[in-house]
């Protein structure tokens, strides 16, 4: 099958989001699996998130799935009706504070304990479907769409504000599959047409001319903390 995500958890298995397959896990040589018949959301997986505190977390088709562990019945399920923008889940982040942002096809959502609060379009971001998520190291996350890249901040009182970069500040496509910020704060976008290296508000360009494989960017991995 497809994999489409990785992680780790707590105790050091390998967990492996699939398409179609549900959650595979790799512990002591062995492999054993989670499916929505156990309590996943879905067994179409993109994203994985193992949170500080332990729980996991499982994005896809279905909506959201936090687990305490990777076995049946250790799952709950958040959907739209719970106040996800919508079912298809793309993107995980953590905050420093503990909050969980979701990137889905609706827009992004940020879940504070058991509320959620939703940015979309009108709050600025390019585009409502989002695929990928970075934090910018100062509080503020920068936000992959279909349309551009987008950073947001949120105010003192939670307002948010969006600076978006698109084709016309030098990204190579609007359509950004993987963002990253390494440790010296510079942006990584990865699109549909090569690479962006963002800083100061320039984007130097990679394509195949420049050395890459391929012009076409996948989600990327963090960084160790």
């Not at 298995?13 to 397959?21: D, K, P, V």
């Not at 984007?203 to 903390?225: D, K, N």
């Amino acid at each position: 099958g497809i994999v489409r995500a990785f992680a780790e958890d707590k105790a050091g298995r390998i967990l492996i989001g699939t398409r179609g397959a549900g959650l595979a896990m790799y512990s002591d040589g062995r492999l054993s699996s989670l499916r929505a018949t156990d309590g996943l959301a879905s067994d179409d997986i993109y994203t994985l998130l193992v949170r500080r505190n332990g729980l996991i977390v499982a994005g896809g088709s279905g909506g959201l799935a936090i687990c305490l562990s990777p076995e049946p019945g250790r799952c709950r399920v958040l959907r739209e009706a719970n106040g996800l923008p919508t079912d298809e889940v793309r993107a995980l982040h953590e905050d420093a504070e503990g909050a969980l942002w979701i990137g889905t096809e609706g827009g992004l959502a940020q879940l504070i304990r058991d509320d959620f609060w939703s940015y979309s379009k009108a709050d600025g971001l390019p585009n409502q479907h989002v695929y990928s998520l970075a934090p910018d190291g100062s509080g503020g996350l920068w936000v992959g769409t279909v349309d551009g890249l987008g950073h947001l901040t949120l105010g003192d009182h939670g307002e948010p504000s969006v600076r978006r970069y698109g084709q016309a500040e030098g990204l190579p496509a609007n359509w950004i599959w993987a963002t990253f910020v390494d440790r010296r704060g510079v942006v990584w976008a990865g699109t549909e047409e090569g690479l962006c290296r963002l800083r100061n508000e320039r984007c130097q360009r990679f394509g195949v001319e420049q050395g890459l494989p391929s012009s076409f960017g996948f989600p990327a991995a963090a960084h160790p903390r």
